[in-house]
C-alpha cells in the first residue's frame, strides 16, 4: 500500500488530484439518492476530476511526444476519461444520475489500481504502433468498452440492487427501475457500434502493418468473441425479444469478456508472442 | 430424429466442404463435387440453419472454440479441419437466417443489409484469398540479388524455396532507434529491498526536486549539461586527464549536476565499454538488471579486469577477473593492486551479503563518479539513482531494388510492385546486412477493403435507424 501511495503522489497533483475528486464525487452521488441536497456538488466533482485527467492525459502526450495509450497504465487511465465522458453526456441526455455514485467509485478505484502498473520508465511506441490508425483504433475501442461499462453497470444494478428501493415511483430523478434495462440496452447497442468501427479500423490498419486483415492473434480473438457476444445479445434482443433477467446477465456476461480481451489475454500462455503484446 | 439426423449430416458436408475450400486444395473434380455438397446442405439444412438458436448456439460454439485456442502456445488449430467446418457452418447459418428476411426500402434495411451483407464480402474476399493470394519471405542480404523465396502457409515461414517472378536487391538497411536519455530513478525502502517508484528523463537546465516526500524534501538535482552524445562533443576523458591513468577508450557519457548546491560530475558507463588503466584494464561485462522493472533491486554491475601489456593495447585475461564475486570482493581487490581506485566506501547494504561500492576516478583533477556505483541519495526510507534509459527500436529501414524502381520498406509502409504487396518482416540484431521482407499478392484483397468499410458503415447505419426508433 506504501509502494502505491507513493507512486499516486509521484505521478503529480494532477492524477491525485482527480482521484481525490472522483472519490469526493462518489459520496456526493452516493449521498444524494433519494435528496437533491449533493447533487449540484456531486456534478462539480465530477466534472472536477474529469478536467484534471483531460489535463493529465494533454500534457502525457505533450510530454512524451507521442499518444499516451500504449502501456497498461496509460490505456487504464484513458480509459477512465472515456467512461467520465460518456457518463457525463449519458447524466445528461438520458437522466442517468443515479449511475453517478457507482461511476465515480470505479473511475477512483481504477486510476488507484492503474499505479500498479505506473510507467516506470518512458516506453516509446514500437514501429508497428507508428501509424496513423492507432489512435482511431484505440479511441474507437475505449468508447465503446465505455458504453459496454455503463452497460454492464446498469444490468448490475437491474439484477442486484432492486431499485426500488433507492428510486421509488415519486422519486425527484423521475426514473423507474424498469428504465434499467432499456438504458442498458442503449449503451450496449451504442457500445457495440463502436466495437465494430473499432474491429473494421483494425482489420484495415492490421493489413498495412503485418499484410494480414486477421492473423488469430490472442487479442484479435478475444476481441471477436467480444463482439458475437454483443451480436448475440443484440439479436435475441430484437428477434426473441429477450429483456430483464436474461438479458442483463448476457450483458454482464458480455461485459467479463471484454475484461478478458482488455487484460486478461496479456496473461495467457500464448500472449508472450502475441503481436498484440508490446508491453 | 429426422431433425438430429440432418445436423449430423449438415456438419459432415460443411466438413468436407470447408476442408478443401480453406485448405486451398483447388482441384476441379474437388471443386464440383464441394458445388454439388453446396446445394445438397442448403436444400437439406436451410431450415435448421436459419433459426436463430442455431446460429445463436454455432456462435456461442464457435466462441468456445477461439477462446479455447487462446489458452493453447499453438496456431495450428486455426487452420484445422474442425476449426474451419464450425466456421463454415456459423457463416452458413448466418447466411440463411439473413435470406429469411425479406427486403424493403427502408432505412432499416438498408442498415441491415450494409451491416450483414458487408460480412458476406469479407467471406468473399477470405474465400479468393484462399484460393489465389501467394505469400512469401524472401531473406535479402546487401548487395545480393535474390529471386526465390520461402512460401508462408499458415502464418509459417517453409524451409522450401520458390521462384519469385522478379529479383530483389538489397541496397540498404537499417534500425532507428530512440535516443537514450539519461534517467533518474526515485526508490522506495521496504524491508531489505528498494522498489522504484518512478523515473524521471533528465533534461538540460531542469531542476528536479524530491518529490518533497518525508525525509526528502532537501534533495534537489539540476543538470547542468550532459557530457557526450552531441551534448558537448565526443570527449575522451583519458586524453585530457592530468595525472594519465584514467582513461576511456570510448565517448563520456556523463553529466555535470548540481546535487543539493554542490557541483558534481557523473558518468554513466554502457555495457561493454573498456576503462583503460596504466596496469589493467576493467571491462564493463554487464549490468546486473540494466533495465528496471517492477519491485527491482538497485542494479549493480559486473566488470571484469584484465591486466594490460604494450601501453594498455593488448589486454590478457589475467589478474583478478572476479566477475561474479560481488561487488565488494572485486573492488576490494582492485582498491588493493590499483591505488587510482581510491578508498572504497560503503554506501549502501542489499539483502545477503553483497555490498556496493563506490569507485572514484579522477577528471582533471575533479572526482568524476560513476553512476551505477554513485552515492545513492538515502534519505529516510528513499533514494535516487541515476541511470541510461534503455535501447528502444523505433524504425526498420530496407532499401530494395526491384526491377525499374528502388522501393523504401518500413512497419507500416508497405509498397506495391507488380501485383505484390512488400512489408519489411523481420531482421537479425547480430547481422546489420540481412533484411527479412514479406510479398503478399492477395487477389481477394479489395472485397475485405470493401467489407469492412460497409461494416463500418452498416454498424453506423444502425446506430442512426435505432436513434430515430427510439425519438
Known sequence: MELIYYRIISEGPLFWGSIISFLASAVFYLSSVGRRKYKALANVTFLLGFLLLTLYIILAWVGSGQPPFKTMFQSLVFLIWNVTLIYFVLEKSENLYFLGGPTSLFNSLVLVFSVIFADLIKVNLPPALRSAWFVPHVVLYFVGYSFLFIGFLMSVLFLFFPSRKYLGEKHWSGQRWKDYDLFSYKAILYGFVFLTLGLSVGAIWAKGAWGAFWSWDPKENWALITWMVYLVYLHMRYVKGWKGKRAAWLAILGFLVVAMTYMGVNYLPSAASALHAYQ | ?471
Open chain 2, 1 to 471: 430424429m429426422g431433425k438430429r439426423l440432418s445436423y449430423v449430416i449438415i456438419f459432415l458436408l460443411s466438413d468436407f466442404l470447408l476442408d478443401f475450400v480453406l485448405r486451398g486444395q483447388t482441384s476441379f473434380l474437388k471443386f464440383a463435387a464441394g458445388a454439388v455438397f453446396l446445394l445438397v446442405f442448403f436444400f437439406m439444412g436451410r431450415q435448421i440453419l436459419s433459426q436463430y438458436q442455431t446460429a445463436s448456439i454455432l456462435f456461442g460454439i464457435f466462441s468456445l472454440a477461439v477462446a479455447y485456442s487462446t489458452f493453447l502456445s499453438t496456431t495450428s488449430i486455426y487452420y484445422s479441419f474442425w476449426f474451419n467446418s464450425l466456421l463454415g457452418l456459423l457463416l452458413a447459418s448466418v447466411l440463411s437466417c439473413i435470406l429469411t428476411l425479406k427486403p424493403a426500402l427502408s432505412l432499416r434495411y438498408l442498415a441491415f443489409l450494409t451491416l450483414h451483407g458487408s460480412i458476406f464480402i469479407v467471406a468473399a474476399g477470405l474465400l479468393i484469398n484462399s484460393f489465389w493470394a501467394r505469400r512469401c519471405y524472401l531473406p535479402l542480404h546487401r548487395g545480393i540479388e535474390v529471386n526465390y523465396c520461402h512460401p508462408i502457409e499458415h502464418n509459417r515461414v517453409l524451409e522450401a524455396k520458390e521462384k519469385f517472378p522478379f529479383p530483389l536487391k538489397l541496397l540498404d538497411f537499417r534500425v532507428d532507434y530512440y535516443s537514450r536519455p539519461l534517467v533518474l530513478g526515485v526508490f522506495l525502502r521496504q524491508g531489505d529491498k528498494f522498489k522504484i517508484i518512478r523515473t524521471f528523463e533528465l533534461k538540460k537546465g531542469r531542476e528536479y526536486f524530491g518529490l518533497k516526500f518525508q525525509g526528502f524534501e532537501e534533495s534537489e538535482i539540476r543538470v547542468k549539461e550532459f557530457w557526450g552524445e552531441g551534448e558537448k562533443g565526443r570527449a575522451p576523458l583519458g586524453r585530457i586527464s592530468p595525472r594519465g591513468w584514467v582513461y576511456s577508450r570510448q565517448a563520456f557519457p556523463g553529466m555535470i549536476a548540481i546535487v543539493d548546491g554542490k557541483e558534481r560530475r557523473f558518468y554513466l558507463p554502457e555495457k561493454g565499454q573498456a576503462i583503460v588503466l596504466p596496469d589493467a584494464v576493467v571491462i564493463i561485462e554487464d549490468f546486473y538488471r540494466e533495465i528496471p522493472g517492477h519491485n527491482m533491486e538497485l542494479p549493480t554491475l559486473a566488470l571484469r579486469v584484465y591486466s594490460a601489456s604494450g601501453q594498455g593495447r593488448a589486454f590478457l585475461p589475467e589478474g583478478p577477473k572476479g566477475i561474479s564475486l560481488g561487488s565488494a570482493h572485486l573492488f576490494y581487490s582492485l582498491s588493493q593492486e590499483m591505488p587510482q581506485i581510491l578508498s572504497p566506501a560503503e554506501v549502501f547494504v542489499q539483502e545477503k551479503t553483497v555490498k556496493f561500492y563506490r569507485a572514484e576516478f579522477l577528471y582533471q583533477g575533479e572526482p568524476v563518479e560513476l553512476l551505477p556505483f554513485e552515492e545513492p541519495y538515502v534519505a529516510g526510507k528513499f533514494a535516487f539513482r541515476l541511470f541510461r534509459a534503455p535501447s528502444q527500436e523505433r524504425e526498420y529501414i530496407s532499401i530494395v531494388q526491384v526491377p525499374g524502381r528502388k522501393m523504401k520498406l518500413r512497419v507500416n509502409h508497405p509498397e506495391n510492385y507488380r501485383g505484390f504487396l512488400f512489408y519489411q518482416s523481420d531482421y537479425n540484431p547480430s547481422d546489420p546486412d540481412f533484411s527479412g521482407i514479406m510479398a503478399v499478392g492477395e487477389p481477394g484483397s479489395p472485397f475485405l477493403y470493401l467489407g469492412f468499410i460497409l461494416m463500418a458503415l452498416g454498424a453506423i447505419l444502425t446506430l442512426v435507424y435505432r436513434r430515430k426508433q427510439w425519438s
